[in-house]
Structures are given as C-alpha cells and as structure tokens.
C-alpha cells in the first residue's frame, strides 16, 4: 500500500496517478470535507482528465481522513503543495506539521517521500530530526521533484519526462517498495543527494522563467520594429539548442505561484550564500512590466478614443484548463480598472469575494460584448479562439479587441474591422 | 508604490502653492482656481527662499490641513553650476525646516525626470537614480530631504517627477515642443541637433497639473513618474509642429553629443490613477497653437 498525506492539486493528481499504475493508494487528508468530495468521485479543482482516471481507478484508491490508517504503507509521499505568503515566499509550517503528526502512525521500516515543494536543506532536515528523535527508527527518507502543471498534470504525472530523487547518499540502493513504485512508471530515474534534487526543481522553473523573460523581451521588441513574434518562433523551435517544447508564446509575465515562488527562493539563497542573483530581481520588474501590458494598451489606445469605455473580458485564471486565479493577470488588471464597467466571462473560473464588485460576472462570453467599447480576452481558452467573430462585433459598441495570445489569429485580417493588438506584432491595422 | 489616503476625492482645505510664478506654478495655480480650492500662491516676490527669515515665515503661513505643493527651483536656464546647486538645497532646507516646525496634511514635491541617468533605455520609478547633472541631483536631492522630513512628522510625501513639460506658459523656451511650436509660429525654421533622432516623452502641462490635482485630492504619497508612455525623436516632433501650424520648415545641424533615448514604463501612474488620461500630443500642440494664435493676436497662424 502506498500512501499520499495531503491532498492539494499535488497530493490528489499524484495519488491517482499512482493508482493508474495498479497500485493500492490510501490518500490521507486532514480535511474531512475535501476527503468526502473526493469519496464522492468529485474534485475541489479542474484538472483536465483527472476525474475520468479516479474514475477508472477507484477501487484501488481509498480517500481517508483518519490518519492512523497510514500504519499499513510501506512507502509515504508527503504531498501537500506549499503554500506562499503574499510575497510569494514558501511557508513550510503546514508541511513541518504534516510530517511531526504522521510519524508517531507510520510503520518502522515505511519509505519516507517529501514530494511537496521545498527549499535546499529541507528534506536533510527532516532526515536528522528523525534521526535524533527515533535513533532506531530504519525509514529511510527521500525527496522527490515534482513537476506539476496545472492543466496538464495528469499526463506529466502518468506519463513522467523522468523522476528526480533526492536521497542522504545517492549511491546507496532506493528501498525495493519505492524502486518497484519508480520503476512502474518508463522513465528514467535520476538519483542524487538531497539539496541537488531540492536544487534542481528550482533551477527547472528558473530555466522556465528566463525562457519566459526573454521570449516577452523580444516579442515586445518585435512589435515595435514591425515584425512579427509568431513568425520568428517556428525558427526557434527548430533549433536543437533551444528545442520544441521551448517556452516561445509571449504573455503576461509569470503568474500561479509556482514559478514565483522559486524565484523567491533564489534569491533568498543568493542573499545568504552572498552570490550573485540580480538576474532573478530582472526577471521579476520584467514579469510585473508585462502583466501590465494590457492596462498600457487600454490607456495608449483606447481611453483617447472613450473617455469611459465599457470594458469586456474573457478569462480569469491565468492560463486556460485550471480554474486557479493564483497571481492571475486578470485579476491584477481588474484592480487597475476601478471606475470602468467591465464585465468579464470564464467558463470555469469564478471572480474571488475581493474582486466580486470590480466586474460583473457574465453568464456567456458573447453576454459580456454587448455595448463594450473593447473586448480584452486575458486567458487563451480554446473556445475564445472558436467565437463567432462577426457576433462578436455585432454586440459591440466599440471595435477594438486586445488579444495579448493572439488567439483570433488572422481572422480579424479577414474581413472584421477591429482595430486588434496582440503580444509581439505591431497594432493593426498599421496605421494606428 | 503610490498609497491613496483618501479612499474618496476630497477637495484640499487650502493649497500652499510655492513657485506660483513660474511655468509649472502658473499653471496649477490656474488648476486650484478653477477647481474653486482655497489657495496661497507664494512666489519669489511674496517669499523668497532663499533667505533665512523663510523657513520662519513659512512656518507661520501653514496650516495643519493645508496641502503643500513645493514647484520653486532655480531651473537650468539661471544656472547649471554647483551655487545655484546650492541655492537650490537652501530653498529645500528652508521648506523642511518650516515643515518640521508647522506639518501640513499632506506635500507634493513637483521633481524631475532628471533625477534618472541619461542613458536609462526605459525608466520606471523602480530605475535607480544616477542624476547626471546638478539639476537632477539637486531634485534628488531635495526628495531625500523632504522624505525624512516628512517622516519625522508623519505627513505623506507625494514626488511627481515629470519629463519634458510644454506648454504656452513655459518660460525657458526649452528644446522641444515650447521652442519648436514658437519658431513655427514665427515662421522660423525649427533646428534640431543633428537628424533630431533622439527619442523623447513629452507632456502636456494640463495632464501635469491634473495629475498633481488628483494626488492633493487623494492625498497620495509616494513617488510617481509623469509622461505619456510614448516618445517620438524630435525629427517627428518638429514635422508635426510645422504640419500643425502649415508654416515654418526643419533644419538639421552637425551633432555634437551623443544620441540618447528616453521611454517610460508608465504602468504605475496608469494603475495608481486609473482616472488620469494623457492629451496626445499632436492634439497638445493643437492647442498650443491656438493659444499662441489668440495670446499674440496674429490669425495668420492656424492650427490644423
């Protein structure tokens, strides 16, 4: 029996995918509300493809709040995300808790897994505490990255690029349970010492962020030597060195949490080493400068065209396929907008209680265009990209789209008389 | 980051308004005027800040809610040398000493753009300061005096650096639309240094002064860069004045100094006052055009 305490976004894809490869799973969550959502084959978030694979894998998973019931595991994950404070700084607090509460129920030779989000040093930490605390204790204890991606974690964590373990001495051999568990999934395994492991999930998300920064650097500049950013990526792509999976499609700066979180954690580590990490302070002015591209926009273009515009909006979450409006780019451009009418349409997300008077919430996306001035759609949704253009402009008032993704692609060209911004090409039509 | 006191507008009680002679001063105090706000306008001749008996006077003259809008400064035109650098730091020095004696409810300090390096690509109010000049250290300066003075008596201190001002009242005839929008209107050619390819950001002094009028209304304090978020070279610039105004003609010159460039992130200003609105520029000129047109009582010249 392999056991997950904590059942966020990480815990709940991880325990079922583990389950999808024929192991028995008891997830463990203190919560007895989330437990019993989950009893019921239901989920406290979207995730594409998550309820269908608890669905399928149901009678290998059992949802529990009891948490002496993690006696019978022979390997445990800790999988609670970590939660960040307002300044995106990890507060492990809640993990520490986890793990001091869990222990005094797991068996003597159970394999301890720290799959949360952690810094360097964490889980050596953990491994001495325990030590100290039960010296004839024979759990061995490891850290394993996560590389969870809101909107695609159930195929990243079925079907893992590779896993990353962090152990006391990488040379020694993983405990069988473990081994057969990495093993079930065709990967490779890299083993390491711990604070390489913690290391390396940071360094995968700075790589990500500095990919991030400069394709928004230079789709910003292409927009303004008149070229145009989806033509030079396809060139990218092809090139070994930078790869097709290359982070290449401009937005609106770095948001959900994770990736800002590692940058946190930098930079703390930075600061006490006394290394140089000013890059990483770069890459954060540069983020807020692009997520605040689209209320530029709004005040450059159209506020001298209507004084008081009435503002339409597709999106919240800060990418399509989650409902997570976690450092969302919507919600910071609606705190710029006080004053204005929006009105605002997602077809999952719903406005926080924080922001719930700072639009009105539609019932469809073609409800939000009636009498805008201009339409702002924030999050790349694939059933935006599918609206009836010419409905679109039939509701509207005014004729201005800004389309930061680009999801209209060329059919406002074609034939639709909008003035059209979008990330990493000049307005059009050009004139403007 | 630009914190609002106010979380409604709230009219001032009284403005204390030091500079009111000059380009800028004139200009807001027109503004207050015209609101209806209470207002003491104190220039030079009224008081002049330079001498030691200010502070005193000063101090007698504020009122615990009185908004104090501090615009006074020996511009470059009077002197670019370390005593009128000095003669700047005395008039600060006086201000703070009156503060520190009679707080007000809130003060605006009327800065500068030139408190940032000249070779600074994009600026935000985030871009470290390197002032290249003694213009801009002394405003730099001046913010820092302020700031601990207004600390010390809690009062919120509100920096308004603004690039590039025009306008018909400016009194320094500064390269750019003031100079160019003049020589149009004569006739004259307008001669830009080299091609005139540097880059810049030009306001027009109604958004300033509006701007100014939002922070005493919000009793806002913070620091906050005033600009459009749109340069253009001076190129550009002279060929809108003189399409504009359909006279006068641009000449180029042999260059000197180095091309350098000046573009602004206004992302704060824009989401610290979502009311604030930017007059484009080819409709700023328009304007002054036209006021020039009336002021000097000559209808040959027509803005378009």
Redesign the interface.
Known sequence: MIGFVGLSHLGIVSSVAAASRGFDVLAYDHNEATVGTLREGNLPFVEPGLRELLERNRERLRFTSRLDEIRQCALIFFSSDTPTNVDNESDLRHLNRSIEEAIPHVSEHCILVILSQVSPGFTRGVRERLQSQQPDRKSKVYCQVETLVIGDAVRRATHPERFIVGAADPCEGLGEVYRRFLESFPCPVLRMRYESAELTKIAINAFLVSSVSTTNMLAELSAEIDADWTEVAPALRLDRRIGPYAYLSPGLGIAGGNLERDLMAIRSMARRNGTDARLVDQWIELSRYHCDWVIRTIHLNVLPERSNPVIAIWGLPYKPNTDSTRNSPTLALLSTLRGFEVKLYDPVAVLPPAYASMATQCGSALETCDQADVLVIMTPWAEFGNADLKRVEEAMRGRIIIDPFGIFGGKNERGFGFSYFKLGAPPYPKSR | MIRHHHTTREQPDRVVLLGAKGFIGRSLAEYFATAGTKMLAISSAEIDLLLDSAAGKLQRLFQPSDVLIFCSALTPDKGKDIRTFMKNLTMGEHVCAALSKSACSQVIYVSSDAVYGDDEALI?E?TPCQPSSFHGLMHLARERMLQVTADAVRVPLMCVRPTAVYGVQDTHNSYGPNRFVRAACRGDQIGLFGAGEEQRDHLCIDDLVGLIGFCAMSRSSGTINAA???SISFDELAKIVVSKAQRGAVAHSVRNGPITHRHF???AL??AF?????T?LETGISNMLEKLMVSSGNPAIRAT
């Open positions: 935000r985030t459009t978020g749109r992130d206004v992302s824009f989401k979502p009311e604030f609105r930017v484009p």
